[in-house]
């Protein structure tokens, strides 16, 4: 038995570090999603504030707030997954993740008196949800990363998709902890009254002095779990290659693949790494556009307006219960991204891009012409779901693939990193612009910012999939080492 399982290596233990490390992308589902639910209790309470005026401008930042944490994040992962290797970088990002929960729960720690909202103290939250976002930036170049370099190239394309899944997973367990942190407690309905001043439901006072408070402080339970876990999981092979410890890349190999191929492994991971510092474009523009571009597209589409702010838009439309059609978004998003996982490696990655790109726009194009529509509701409530659930068997979790395994060894953490903090600034630009967008109006009453905000996500996703058929190439069942050869030919 022992030698049998020498010879062919272990899922088991294959299966468990890929486990601890999708945590990561739990981890950034939630953090990224908990807004969800506590956007609307802070933003009545920041509109209590005596010493400024808490604007749609402003409660877009703060909603968006961590994003700029991931900017500088991903950005940073391709230093320190290069230089401290993937393992350690990940243990930071679950302690960021820990501290952000933390302080977004109780910003007063220290510094100001509880339940007083001030400009100050609105900037000292902002800091907090910085912090998990540098952690949320780091997890999702590095997670990918992580996960493509230690699977094997027959099944990496899988294994890869299911940190989607958790990413997925994450926010539904958070609209699920949301739904029942709020119980019997309402959101509350925000009235301006004038400057700095507005009319708060009695009703929802529990929401806007502590609720919020509880949905940002859930996250420290698994982000103290994943900064645990992860300590004992081994660094990847290809990294230990790049700084010399073969025999130690040997072993971890021979556990995954078996001991005979993973002599055959080491081999082709050294022959590509003979050249450590082969500068970004070494292997021509197109390798480097492409990925940034993949990154783009998947946010432009619009997605995290949808995924952040899905109980604001069904309270709009009308919904009695809009956290209850959120869950059951989350878990349409869920099915939909396991249609990923069990056909990423039979139908290929552009293929599920392309069509997945298809059924955004119908389901955009739905929203932008049937919203605010009386009798339209049901309709733009299942355009809403087509949009979601087309994004989750495809740009959700197909981006992610490629950017782990599109780029040549020698480059792939600078490169994951310039193409993720290109994904973090355009989910950040949409994420920040979409409540303003929205609520535009050329005259008093009219829907022109309900139907030319999802009007431009359905022409975006248009764009998406025509350039997922001109340049993008198709990676399934190409090992990394594959990659090389592929650009070295296109320069």
């Given at each position: ?112 008196d509880y339940g007083t909202p001030t400009y100050s103290l609105l ?264 949009y979601s659930a087309s994004f989750m068997f495809s740009w959700g ?95």
């Amino acid at each position: 038995m022992q030698t049998s399982q020498t010879e062919r290596g272990s899922r088991a233990y294959l299966f468990s570090i890929v486990l601890v490390a999708v945590l990561g992308g739990l981890l950034f589902g939630y953090d990224t999603a908990v807004i969800s639910g506590a956007e609307k209790g802070l933003q009545a309470f920041f509109k209590e504030a005596q010493d400024f005026d808490y604007t749609d401008g402003w409660h877009g930042f703060t909603s968006a707030s961590a994003l700029i944490g991931c900017i500088i994040g991903s950005a940073l992962s391709g230093f320190l997954a290069t230089n401290f290797g993937r393992k350690k970088s990940l243990i930071i990002a679950g302690l960021l993740f820990f501290i952000s929960a933390l302080g977004s729960m109780d910003p007063e720690f220290l510094f100001f008196d509880y339940g007083t909202p001030t400009y100050s103290l609105l900037l000292m939250f902002n800091v907090y949800r910085i912090i998990g976002g540098v952690g949320v930036g780091l997890a999702s170049a590095i997670c990918p990363m992580y996960i493509g370099e230690v699977a094997p190239s027959n099944i990496r394309g899988m294994l890869v998709s299911w940190n989607q899944f958790a990413i997925i997973f994450g926010q539904l367990v958070v609209y699920f902890v949301n739904f029942f942190i709020l119980g019997d407690h309402i959101q509350p309905l925000v009235e301006e009254m004038g400057r700095g001043i507005a009319a708060i439901n009695p009703a929802a006072q529990w929401t806007v002095t502590t609720g919020w408070r509880y949905m940002f402080g859930s996250e420290a339970v698994p982000a103290g779990l994943f900064a645990l876990l992860i300590c004992f999981v081994p660094e990847t092979p290809r990294y230990l290659v790049s700084v010399g410890q073969d025999q130690k890349a040997l072993g971890i190999l021979a556990r995954i693949n078996g001991s005979s191929r993973a002599a055959e492994i080491l081999q082709n991971i050294k022959d590509t790494m003979v050249v450590k510092t082969e500068k970004l474009m070494t292997y021509g523009f197109m390798c480097i556009f492409i990925g940034i571009m993949l990154s783009v597209f998947q946010q432009a589409v619009g997605i995290n307006a949808v995924l952040y702010y899905a109980p604001r838009i069904f309270g709009d439309m009308g919904m009695e219960n809009p956290m209850v059609i959120t869950v059951f978004m989350g878990v349409i998003n869920i099915l939909f991204t396991l249609v990923a996982i069990f056909t990423v490696e039979k139908w290929g990655r552009k293929p599920l891009l392309i069509w997945g790109s298809l059924g955004m726009a119908l389901g955009a194009f739905g929203v932008a012409l049937t919203f605010g529509h009386a009798g339209l509701e049901l309709v733009t409530a299942a355009s809403l779901l087509i949009y979601s659930a087309s994004f989750m068997f495809s740009w959700g979790p197909i981006c992610w693939v490629l950017i782990a395994e599109i780029f040549p060894n020698t480059i792939r953490g600078a490169a994951v990193a310039i193409a993720v903090a290109f994904q973090w600034i355009f989910n950040f630009i949409v994420s920040s612009t979409f409540v303003p967008m929205f609520n535009m109006h050329l005259q008093p009453g009219d829907d022109f910012g309900h139907w030319f905000t999802y009007g431009l996500y359905g022409v975006i996703c248009i764009i998406a999939a025509v350039f997922v058929w001109r340049l993008v190439p198709e990676t399934k069942g190409k090992t990394l080492e594959d990659m090389t050869q592929l650009w070295g030919k296109k320069k």
